[in-house]
């Protein structure tokens, strides 16, 4: 108990939220320097000196280049398993959509979405309900669904701010399913990859085996999923191959031994931590190596599982389940060499590099590791947990440059004009969007037209097109044009946002402008 408590404690101390990775980069700054100072002061011989105080100023240089050039994302993800319900008219709560600074990327991951298959096979014809309430939220805020992946009762979704799409590149999806010999997909992994600003990191959403006897189970499908989830891509066909994984959902670890007076004691209590020895995913963790890879904050929210409908109490049903952290979120950085087996784990930095220096850092840090109690329409809590994403970008340059050029109205054609800014695997599938300002997803446009086909733009060749008046809105509004890269399933270029005027026809005939995603044309 008490080896468990202090990892837990030393887990604690490094993903608090008082101590950002910027001070820590700071204090090894000057660790180093102090010791310069020391150096100086105990070397009998100068040219033992000069040595010594030439290495520590070179590691000194070298963290300052390493840790405080470096821009910072903040990520905010949700775990939830819905039990098959509809979702609440309002999610702000969960999506902590007035906590400042505000998100660049919102991850969310549902397990037992409605899967009945009448309801399935619409949901593949038009977004699902879910989907749907996350979008007009988010939408009017400027969040943008970068990709999604469903498995029948598991769906993930990822938003991005406007701003980030030109460089969220290479997306990928792909899904395993575990469930009653790997037939059925009530149980399994969904997973999203994509490059950001360069770093290669991979979301994976799971639904592992239900119930307290199968624990091993769990950790075998778990271990199953991450070895065999594929990308089509060269550097990082697996899950463990991204400079940084985050594995989520309804793991369904349960609290081993106690009884459910003791556990509901402890819970009412506030003594959460009597409870960690015995739950199975630390437990585990302990004798999987793989696990040990994976970091996770301190459990210091009730367990999300199991609830009376509609209520904070746990399960007062006949079967009265006990409570348990089902709902877990886990990230792991890419380690620089194989971990020794005699490392301990209050020593693992959550960085890319411990012992080199890497010329394009990334660091994560947890800031919040909660269940949102307010929500009642499902048997288990939501999980959130956010974090700080602090890294030095690969590039900052879209791809593609695009621009309207002159007035836009449907009184006339419309002109546009678009340079390609590197060299990319394009293709005469590209295409580029007109959309309105609170736009949902790269297929929510108004219209669009392909990009030239008879042959390659070359670099910086400045491309125009011309839009037909006929596909242009008549109402006048706030627009941005799109580049949108078929081989890399994303917006890869985005034009400043541009006014159209309303076209006379439109003030002739009296129309009036309509909401659209919660902004007024």
């Given at each position: 108990m008490d080896d468990l408590s202090d990892s837990l404690r030393q887990r604690s101390d490094s993903m608090s939220s008082s101590t950002s990775q910027s001070s820590r980069s700071k204090m090894l700054l000057r660790q180093r320097l102090s010791q310069l100072l020391t150096c100086i002061e105990d070397m009998s011989s100068d040219d033992e000196a000069n040595e010594e105080v030439s290495r520590?100023?070179?590691?000194?240089?070298?963290?300052?280049?390493?840790?405080?050039?470096?821009?910072?994302f903040r990520l905010h993800m949700v775990t939830w398993n819905v039990a098959t319900a509809e979702p609440p008219e309002d999610v702000t709560s969960l999506l902590q959509l007035d906590v400042q600074p505000p998100a660049d990327l919102y991850v969310i991951?549902?397990?037992?979405?409605?899967?009945?298959?009448?309801?399935?096979?619409?949901?593949?014809?038009?977004?699902?309900?879910?989907?749907?309430?996350?979008?007009?939220?988010?939408?009017?805020?400027?969040?943008?669904?970068?990709?999604?992946?469903?498995?029948?009762?598991?769906?993930?979704?990822?938003?991005?701010?406007?701003?980030?799409?030109?460089?969220?590149r290479n997306i990928q999806t792909t899904y395993t399913r575990t469930g009653i010999f790997g037939y059925w997909g009530n149980k399994g992994g969904v997973s999203v990859r994509f490059s950001f600003y360069g770093h290669m990191v991979c979301f994976l959403n799971c639904h592992l085996a239900a119930h307290m006897n199968y624990a091993l189970?769990?950790?075998?499908?778990?271990?199953?999923?991450?070895?065999?989830?594929?990308?089509?891509?060269?550097?990082?066909?697996?899950?463990?191959?991204?400079?940084?994984?985050?594995c989520f959902g309804d793991l369904n670890f349960r609290i081993a031994d106690h009884g459910l007076h003791f556990l509901r004691s402890s819970i009412n209590s506030g003594r959460l931590h009597l409870l960690w020895e015995k739950d199975q995913l630390l437990m585990m963790k302990k004798k999987e190596p793989f696990l040990q890879e994976f970091e996770e904050g301190p459990l210091n929210f009730k367990p999300s599982y199991k609830f009376d409908r509609n209520s904070d109490t746990y399960d007062t049903s006949g079967k009265k389940r006990k409570p348990a952290w089902t709902d877990r979120i886990l990230w792991r950085i890419k380690p620089k060499t194989p971990l020794s087996e005699d490392s301990e784990e209050g020593e693992k930095a959550s960085t890319s590099a411990d012992d080199e220096v890497d010329e394009y850092p990334l660091l994560v840090t947890q800031d919040k590791y909660t269940s949102d109690m307010s929500y009642g329409v499902s048997d288990h809590k939501p999980v959130i947990a956010t974090f700080s994403l602090e890294l030095r970008k690969h590039f900052d340059t879209p791809l593609v440059h695009i621009s309207p050029?002159?007035?836009?109205?449907?009184?006339?054609?419309a002109l546009l004009t678009y340079t390609v800014q590197e060299e990319f695997e394009s293709s005469t599938w590209d295409w580029i969007g007109l959309y309105k300002v609170g736009f949902k997803s790269a297929s929510d446009y108004e219209t669009f037209v392909w990009v030239r086909e008879e042959d390659w733009a070359e670099i910086n060749e400045v491309i125009?097109?011309?839009?037909?008046?006929?596909?242009?809105?008549?109402?006048?509004?706030?627009?941005?044009?799109?580049y949108f890269s078929t081989n890399m399933q994303s917006i890869i270029g985005l034009s400043a946002n541009f006014q159209i005027l309303e076209s006379k026809r439109a003030v002739m005939e009296g129309l009036v402008p309509e909401n659209m995603n919660g902004l007024d044309k």
């Open positions: 520590t100023l070179d590691e000194a240089f070298q963290l300052c280049g390493r840790y405080l050039p470096s821009d910072a991951g549902l397990q037992e979405v409605n899967a009945a298959p009448i309801r399935f096979i619409s949901d593949l014809l038009v977004e699902d309900s879910w989907s749907h309430v996350f979008m007009d939220t988010l939408a009017p805020r400027g969040f943008v669904k970068v990709s999604s992946v469903r498995m029948q009762g598991l769906l993930l979704i990822i938003f991005a701010k406007q701003v980030h799409l030109p460089f969220i189970q769990r950790v075998d499908e778990f271990e199953y999923i991450l070895e065999t989830q594929e990308f089509d891509i060269l550097d990082t066909p697996y899950v463990r191959d991204h400079k940084v994984a985050f050029l002159g007035v836009w109205s449907a009184d006339q054609d125009q097109i011309s839009v037909d008046k006929n596909e242009i809105p008549l109402l006048g509004g706030q627009y941005v044009l799109g």
